[in-house]
């Protein structure tokens, strides 16, 4: 089946496998994808909103491709991996109880998110607003406060330690 060019809303996908799909100019409003392999998706110009994740597979997604204009979704409980989110505007979104391992967060706000019990192993955040967010119970994450803002972000210890690494300090 093809899903490039079409128009979805309020449509659940579940257990299915998107692997090198396309869902370029595709429209997804008020979707559910629910234990679906989205790896290697093409998602030029799509249009992602108000749509959420739950148990998929999420390798290989370059989410800056989207359409810019509109783009809202959460993910829970998500494999996200190798996947691009930069220059978009993410305010309030959700990665909760996520892996999101080597992905890379550049020039986002992620104003108001939460990654509440994710894994952020080998992912890089650079120039990020990350005001207000959560990364409680969060683990693994490298966050350079020196290149973020991080204005009222919550975490929690002992993860939290992390953050001092890029300030060329010593703990005893």
């Given amino acids: 089946m093809e899903y490039h060019d079409r128009d979805y809303e309020s449509k659940a996908f579940k257990t299915i496998n998107f692997t090198e799909k396309s869902f370029k100019n595709s429209s997804f409003v008020d979707c559910t994808f629910e234990n679906c392999n989205l790896s290697n998706v093409n998602l030029q110009n799509a249009r992602i909103q108000d749509t959420t994740f739950i ?5 290989g997604l370059n989410f800056s491709q989207c359409n810019k204009l509109i783009i809202s979704f959460d993910f829970e409980d998500c494999l996200i991996s190798m996947s691009i989110f930069s220059d978009l505007d993410l305010k309030e979104t959700a ?6 391992l080597e992905c890379n967060f550049i020039e ?3 104003s108001r998110a939460d990654f509440d019990g994710s894994d952020l192993k080998n992912s890089r955040f650079e120039n990020c607003n990350l005001s207000f ?3 409680k119970n969060a683990k693994n994450y490298s966050i350079n406060p ?5 204005k009222k972000t919550k975490f929690t210890t002992p993860e939290a330690i992390g953050l001092l690494d890029y300030l060329d300090i010593e703990l005893e």
Wanted: with cysteine; proline share 0%.
């Fill in 55 to 59: 148990n998929c597979k999420i390798m």
């Fill in 95 to 100: 990665f909760r109880r996520c892996q999101i």
């Fill in 108 to 110: 986002i706000d992620l």
């Fill in 133 to 135: 967010s959560s990364f």
């Fill in 146 to 150: 020196q290149q973020n803002l991080l």
